[in-house]
């Protein structure tokens, strides 16, 4: 009798076994289906495994219809599957169960319900989940404002490699809040998020060379910094460069710059850029608004070859 049940015991552990290993080879093709953006076939491999309560297909069916890959988007569907991820433990649905409170974005706007997804799921080391939550406490939304609680959320998420919370701890140290101020120490961590590609940081770093805050002025260096984030489509950079083009800090004034940098902010930045611009077109030539024509040929060229000038 007991060879009998360990025979049978046996049997069941290989089928098992064999279950698992069909279930991860059509998890991994899903998923695989889902990163080449062919959301039919992601969604056909995910669902019965997501129903079969695999929070890692549940993490993805819920991405497609964040998304809206294959399927029309459907905000709180997406909720769905990613609350029964997060509910299993899965880290990156917890973060986006939380960002889902934090959006108003198929549930009912919950700041502390966001704070506690990105609470769990910045336990397990979710780097943008530490980030994510470090941004609440420095807003005070969904919990007390708290600038030093910020600071080291902050410091933790870089320390996992999320450059954007590099930039963040950067401006706490620029502005003093929570940790001492630092302008040096700002711009240094400016310069690490910039390396790691931070268009913000960029911005950032380059208005420290131009002030000299933190560093030696360097206004070549500043331009160059400016110029890579405003090519990114960062309107803030891009208005900072147009008026830096008109303020005479490199030796001579250039309108033509400073007309096709602002005519780019003043479409997604507001009013400051677009009065400026306003002004600029009472005092620009004809053959300085040909200038500014050529310089968007010449970044559309660039922009083509995916580089910078």
Known sequence: MNERLASFAMLALVALLAWSSRADG?????IDAFRAGDGQAARDGLRPLAEAGDAEAQLYLGRIYDRGLAVAVDAAEAVRWFRLAAESGQAEAQRLLGISYQLARGVARDYGQAASWFERAGQQGNDRALRNLGILYQDGLGV???????????????????AAALRKL????????????DAGRAAELYARAADAGQPAARHRLGLAFRDGAGVARDLARAEALLIQASASGL????????????SGMLGYVDKAKAYYWLSLAALTQGAGSASLLERLKREITAEELLRAQSVRIKREV????????
Do not use: I
């Open 26 to 30: 059509n998890l991994s093709r899903a």
């Open 144 to 162: 007390p404002r708290d600038f030093a609680r910020a600071a080291e959320l902050f410091r933790r998420s870089a320390d996992l490699g999320n």
């Open 170 to 181: 950067a401006d706490l140290y620029a502005r003093g809040q929570g940790v001492p101020k």
């Open 235 to 246: 309107a803030s950079a891009q208005g900072d460069l147009g008026e830096f083009y008109l």
């Open 302 to 309: 660039v922009d083509s070859l995916g580089g910078d000038e």
